[in-house]
């Protein structure tokens, strides 16, 4: 099985152009965070702005609006029920996530269904949390077109598969994509685990080598959801960032335990992602 390493990620990891704009950087758009967890969200958005996405908007509910601007002034924000302004947005983006924080009301199954009928073939699709939740349990078809990542944590992925954790093996997990990969073939599940697990459309299964139990504490696969949007917006193909993005999460919190830190908290690996990535690149 091959294994996500520096080594790999380095190759991911590329310097930028001089002649270059925001433009040539991602726009992204996250979509989450319900009254209770506008933690995610922010989360999510911040990492994605500090792995370098060129241009980050932050759809979530109004309540959030004030912490997102003070905590990120780099994100615009929308009322994540505002179909109209949403209708015309979303066709301008490059990758969207869904989840971290949505929650599973009637409201955030609303915001979910809206959202998985404009996605469109160029753009990829990020799919956490409670947006996996929902699928789930009220069998969303999946969209065809665009790429879809779903990023479950095992839980998630048994209300998803019906696979129960202790059958989570490849075969098993391999038939079930299989079967998906018939109406969209584009369709990459990151497992999160101890040591992730990355399933590409090409049917290769990667395995990280980094990450550590300081990183099992709330918000840390929210973090994971921006960083994998920003490297999927900057670096091509889009499986290599994936894995990429997989791989910088966890060694920068390998770094912070190393550094004597008990628990990895996503709000001091966030600001280290400038710095990380621009060592990889210029190594
Ligand atoms: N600050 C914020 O705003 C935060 C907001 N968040 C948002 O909350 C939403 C719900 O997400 P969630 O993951 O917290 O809850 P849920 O989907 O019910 O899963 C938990 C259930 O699964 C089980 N379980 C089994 N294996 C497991 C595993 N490997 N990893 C994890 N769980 C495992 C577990 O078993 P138990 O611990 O009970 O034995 C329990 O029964 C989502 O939108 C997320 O983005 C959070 O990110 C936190 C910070
Ligand atoms: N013991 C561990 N070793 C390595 N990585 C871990 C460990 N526990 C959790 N993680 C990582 O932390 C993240 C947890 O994601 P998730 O459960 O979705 O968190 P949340 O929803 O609270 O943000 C994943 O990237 C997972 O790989
Ligand atoms: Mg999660």
Not at 106 to 130: H, P, R, T
Not at 196 to 203: E, R
């Amino acid at each position: 099985m091959p294994k996500i390493d520096l080594k790999f990620t380095k190759s991911v990891i590329t310097k930028r152009p001089e002649n270059s704009y925001k433009g040539n950087f991602g726009r992204i758009l996250v979509i989450g965070g319900n009254a209770n967890f506008g933690g995610a969200i922010i989360m999510s958005a911040s990492a994605a702005v500090y792995a370098g996405a060129g241009l980050v908007t932050t759809a979530t509910e109004p309540s959030n609006f004030t912490a997102l601007h003070s905590r990120l002034p780099e994100s615009m924000v929308v009322d994540y029920s505002d179909e109209t302004y949403l209708k015309e947005l979303i066709p301008t983006m490059n990758v969207l996530v869904i989840g971290p924080g949505l929650g599973t009301s009637a409201k955030s199954l609303q915001i979910l269904n809206f959202v998985l009928g404009q996605v469109s073939a160029e753009q990829s699709l990020i799919i956490d949390g409670s947006a996996i939740t929902l699928i789930a349990e009220h069998h969303l078809p999946f969209p065809t077109a665009p790429k879809l990542i779903f990023t479950p944590h095992q839980m998630e992925w048994q209300r998803l598969s019906q696979i129960a954790i202790a059958d989570q093996t490849d075969d098993q997990n391999q038939a079930v994509l299989a079967q998906w990969r018939q109406h969209n073939p584009n369709i990459t599940l990151v497992l999160k685990a101890h040591r992730t697990k990355v399933y590409l459309p090409d049917n290769s299964v990667w395995e990280n080598t980094a990450g550590n139990p300081g990183m099992a504490t709330g918000g840390s696969g929210d973090t994971l959801t921006g960083i994998l949007a920003a490297c999927v917006g900057q670096f091509q193909p889009a499986d290599k960032a994936v894995l990429a993005g997989v791989y910088i999460h966890s060694d920068i919190a390998d770094e912070l335990t190393d550094d004597g830190n008990y628990v990895t908290l996503p709000q001091e690996i966030i600001p280290l992602l400038p710095k990380f990535m621009g060592r990889l690149a210029s190594d």
